[in-house]
């Protein structure tokens, strides 16, 4: 409570000395304010040129185009999603755009010299207008025509070294897509050849169809072959009976027939037969060394070599028996001829059996193989499939890269170009520095004042002096 009202008496006291002092403070207060003004009055004035710098995400020109979309594309590679903006301006005041635009304008400070680059950007403000894409870029000046001509030549520096900079990168990947090219080609080529190749080596075109032909086929091989196997049986039974019928084998009647038929054999038989005859009729009234017998036995031995000579020409062999009768009646050479039709019709079907069966067993062993063949085939077939896509993109990439080369490939534009200020800046803040160091000043004169003045002002100090 105590220290409240000393708080309030000291108030007091300072509003009495003001009050008191009015007049002074009237007499100090505007000079000090026309002295803390007059280097503010006396300095050339500034003014400021504005100009503004419009930012599209992506290229207008490669979203209408479909080409070059990805270059130039406005965004942050930085993981906290800053504003690509802020990239932008720092580019604007980086020191090539800015030496740039020095040099153009021949920019000098007040010793006649280039302005100094640290002097230069302490003039250029580049910030973004927020809640826009817009870039607002400023220069303070004493000549607003100067100011103009560097805000403009700075925009126009920013847009060329964009559209270099990014002409480059796409002269660069033309030329890196240019160098895989061949390459890509080369890989595309040698797929192709692998293929060809592999369907040449295993004779196939596709192997899917040829599995489902394969199957069918050897089903139909199979049909067919049960069905010779199922005539080879009916043919054995056939000729089993005729057998039986004419006591010999196929071989024995076909060799019957054979000289059965042939007039030569048939006559000699006839000799062989007149003479046998003869020679039991002359062994009645004779003995065996009567020289008609020996003469006989000489003509029947001849006779039978001639028979030997004339069936080994025609059966290949001499061990038939000489005692058999050569010559069949008519139904024996029918039957003979039916066995010998039934024989080579089942030898016939014996060799088209067997050639079923290798072709069945051909087709089998080719099954088993296709679906390896086809794994491999379909890895060709992958293989070749993405070296065409790869050949494909760098194809496209490298058309694409060709015409953007060609185009300015820029994501900004000038907004507004800065126009020559009419009115200097003003600048609030200094105005209130001076009216502050004004009062300042003057509180501390009327306070020095109070302090040397002894006489008494008022009651309180003539009853503390009384006291």
Known sequence: MESRTENIITFNTYLQILKRRRLSFIVIFFPALLISLLPLLLRQPNYMAEGKLLFHKTNITSSLTGVGTEINKLESVSQDQTNPLNTEAEVIRSIPIAQKAINKLNLKDDKGELIKLQAFLKKLTVKNIDGTDILLVSYQDTNP???????????????????????????????????????????????????????ENYKSVSLPEEASKAVENIADLQKKFSEAQSRIADVDAQSKE?????????????????????SGVQDILKEIQQLESQLTLRRTVVQDTHPQILDLEDKLKSLNELLQ??????????????????????????????????????????????????????????????????????????????AQSTYLLLQQKLEESRLAENQNLVNASILSEAQVPQQPISSPFMLVSASLLAILATLVAIFILEATDKSIKTVDETKSCWD
Do not use: C, W
Not at 161 to 177: D, G, P, V, W
């Open 242 to 262: 005729i057998r039986e019928q004419l006591g010999m084998n196929s071989r024995q009647a076909m060799i019957k027939t054979s000289l059965s038929q042939i």
């Open 309 to 386: 000579q004339r069936i080994k020409k025609v059966t290949g062999t001499n061990k038939l028996k000489l005692n058999q009768n050569y010559e069949l009646g008519e139904l024996q050479q029918q039957l003979s001829a039916k066995l010998i039709e039934l024989e080579s019709t089942r030898l016939g079907l014996e060799s088209q059996s067997a050639a079923l069966s290798n072709l069945q067993s051909s087709y089998k062993q080719r099954l088993s193989y296709l679906p390896r063949l086809e794994q491999q085939q379909h890895q060709l077939e992958r293989k070749a499939k993405v």
């Open 145 to 199: 025509e100067i100011a103009t001509e560097v805000v403009n030549k700075l925009m126009d520096a920013y847009l060329e070294y964009n559209i270099s900079a990014q002409r480059n990168q796409t002269t660069a990947a033309r030329k890196f897509l240019e160098k895989q090219m061949p390459n890509a080609e080369l890989t595309v080529l040698k797929a192709e050849a692998d293929i060809t190749k592999f369907k």
